[in-house]
């Protein structure tokens, strides 16, 4: 996770971003600390990499890489806003002891590939270019399978889904989704793969009440996705609403506030 002491929004790159509207910087800190916290309650090894002045969006780790198996694939930004953070996190990652792979297409991390099981679900449409799924695929030697994204709130695949069972439950992974973030074909598939899946409503997605992050029983949600809350329970899940409403005004939520390191 990144402490969010330089957030604010000064640039325009998704449609949840609006330069004239303020931001509270040391609110985000406060949202953010909430999260963290959250996340050393529920016994979670949590490890920071220091905000970078200038750098406003780095506190959406998640887009920082993907890691799995001790390898860090690093990110390759779409806007020269954030293209820093690619070698800040991939220093990160190397001093941490992971294997990092300097990626040679342009992707957004964790915000784009999602881990369920032993299969990749890659987001592609407005941010990670397709090409970097046959990447991910050659990098990881795991199954990508791509995604297309097509509406421009829901520009990152953790957007739009979100990953419920990290282990799986009676062999299968659940996951929960926006169907009307996705093009036909990439519903298809996800209604194949993922017949009992949680299908959320547009009112808790358009909060981001999908980007949310589970350990396979808590899960963490934005606090104002009360339909999906509810959904949750229904499973058998135990919802943990946290607000990070200023942390919105960037286009990010739980989930974009959170890497996973996979050793
Ligand atoms: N302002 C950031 C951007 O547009 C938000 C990133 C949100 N991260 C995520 N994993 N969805 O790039």
Not at 43 to 49: A, E, P
Request: hydrophobic share 40%; with cysteine; proline share 6%.
């Amino acid at each position: 996770m990144c402490r969010p002491e330089h957030f604010t929004v000064s640039y325009r790159i998704n449609p949840w971003m609006d330069p004239q509207v303020p931001t509270d910087t040391l609110r985000a800190v406060e949202q953010w600390q909430t999260l963290y916290e959250t996340y050393l309650g529920l016994g979670f090894d949590v490890q920071l990499i220091d905000p970078l002045p200038g750098l406003p969006d780095m506190v959406y780790s998640a887009n920082g890489g993907f890691v799995l198996d001790g390898k860090a694939y690093g990110a390759s930004f779409t806007y020269p806003e954030r293209q820093p953070e690619g070698p800040a996190y991939m220093e990160w990652f190397a001093a941490a002891g992971f294997e990092v792979v300097v990626p040679e297409e342009v992707n957004e991390g964790e915000g784009d590939f999602l881990l369920v099981g032993d299969v990749v679900l890659a987001g592609t449409g407005f941010r990670s270019a397709s090409d970097s799924h046959a990447e991910v695929a050659r990098v990881f030697g795991r199954e990508v399978v791509g995604l297309t994204l097509v509406d421009p709130s829901f520009y990152h695949l953790d957007t739009a889904i979100a990953v419920l069972d990290p282990e799986p439950v009676d062999g299968v992974h659940n996951i929960a989704y926006l169907e009307s973030a996705f093009d036909e074909p990439s519903l298809t598939v996800l209604r194949e793969r993922f017949p009992d899946a949680v299908l959320v409503g547009q009112e808790d997605a358009s909060i981001l009440g999908l980007n949310s992050y589970s350990d396979g029983c808590n899960v963490v949600i934005a606090a104002a996705a009360t339909g999906f809350e509810r959904q949750l329970r229904e499973r058998g899940y135990n919802p943990i609403g946290v607000d990070l409403s200023e942390l919105l005004l960037g286009g990010g939520g739980v989930k974009c506030c959170t890497l996973e390191l996979r050793r």
